[in-house]
Nanobody, 123 residues
C-alpha cells in the first residue's frame, strides 16, 4: 500500500516536498518511482530510486529542479520539487515494483500505485 501526501497549491518559483508512505514487506529492497499526469496528457515518468543500491535517476528535463530520495527507516519515499512552474501542475503518483527488481521508467513495470496527490502551481 502506498499513500502520497504533500501536494497543494504553490506559487511559481516555490517548492514542495511530496512524501509517499509505504506499508508492506522488504521496503528497502523495493524500487520506487514518481510519475505525474499533467492535464490532458499521459502519465509520465519523473524519477526513480533503486532498491538495491539506493541509486537515483531523474528525468533530464527535471533533474535541475527535482530530487528523489528514500528513508528506509521510515518506509517513505520523497520528491523534492524546487523552482516550480505552472507546467508542473498535475497529479503526482508514487509507484513500486516487486522487491529485488531494478527500477524502471516505464509505468507498466510498476505493480503498485498510490492514489495520487495534486500539485497546483499558480499565482
Amino acid at each position: 500500500h502506498l499513500e502520497e501526501s504533500g501536494g497543494g497549491l504553490v506559487q511559481p518559483g516555490g517548492s514542495l516536498k511530496l512524501s509517499c508512505a509505504a506499508s508492506g514487506r522488504a521496503f528497502s529492497q523495493t524500487p520506487l518511482a514518481w510519475f505525474r499526469q499533467l492535464p490532458g496528457k499521459e502519465r509520465e515518468f519523473v524519477a526513480a530510486v533503486s532498491g538495491r543500491d539506493g541509486g537515483t535517476f531523474v528525468v533530464d528535463s527535471l533533474k535541475d529542479r527535482f530530487g528523489i530520495s528514500r528513508d528506509n527507516g521510515k518506509d517513505t519515499l520523497y520528491l523534492q520539487m524546487d523552482g516550480l512552474v505552472p507546467e508542473d501542475t498535475g497529479t503526482y503518483y508514487c509507484a513500486a515494483r516487486e522487491p529485488g527488481t531494478w527500477y524502471s521508467n516505464l509505468a507498466r513495470d510498476y505493480a503498485f500505485w498510490g492514489q495520487g496527490t495534486q500539485v497546483t502551481v499558480s499565482a
